[in-house]
Nanobody
Framework: QVQLVESGGGSVQAGGSLRLSCAAS????????MGWFRQAPGKERERVAI???????IYEDSVKGRFTISQDNAKNTLYLQMNSLKPEDTGLYYC????????????WGKGTLVSISS
């Protein structure tokens, strides 16, 4: 069965960096659209970044230039490198996957918490 397990969250000061990882299993990683989403306290979940099966990447405007999504197909692992972190980046970060298309995500991890202090 499909399983997504996030790791790498933590508490850092503004300006710091974190690298999130998502270990995927139960599906052929390379033919799935993969993405990172986040939910801040009191807010709706939003898309942070996605990577298509062709390798194209799309970022939410507020993270462009600071975050980088990447994947290692040999390790079935998705990454999110987050630099120049801001307090508004605080939230629960989820890894998600969907077969071929990125329109809707069918599979979700349980999330990893990121907390940025000013």
């Amino acid at each position: 069965q499909v399983q997504l397990v996030e790791s790498g969250g933590g508490s850092v000061q503004a300006g710091g960096s974190l690298r999130l990882s998502c270990a995927a299993s139960g599906f052929t990683f390379s033919v799935y659209c993969m993405g990172w989403f986040r939910q801040a306290p009191g807010k709706e979940r939003e898309r942070v970044a996605i990577i298509t099966i062709s390798g194209s990447t799309i970022y939410e405007d507020s993270v462009k230039g600071r975050f980088t999504i990447s994947q290692d197909n040999a390790k079935n692992t998705l990454y999110l490198q987050m630099n120049s972190l801001k307090p508004e980046d605080t939230g629960l970060y989820y890894c998600a996957a969907n077969y071929v298309t990125c329109r809707m995500m069918d599979y979700w991890g349980k999330g990893t918490l990121v907390s940025i202090s000013s």
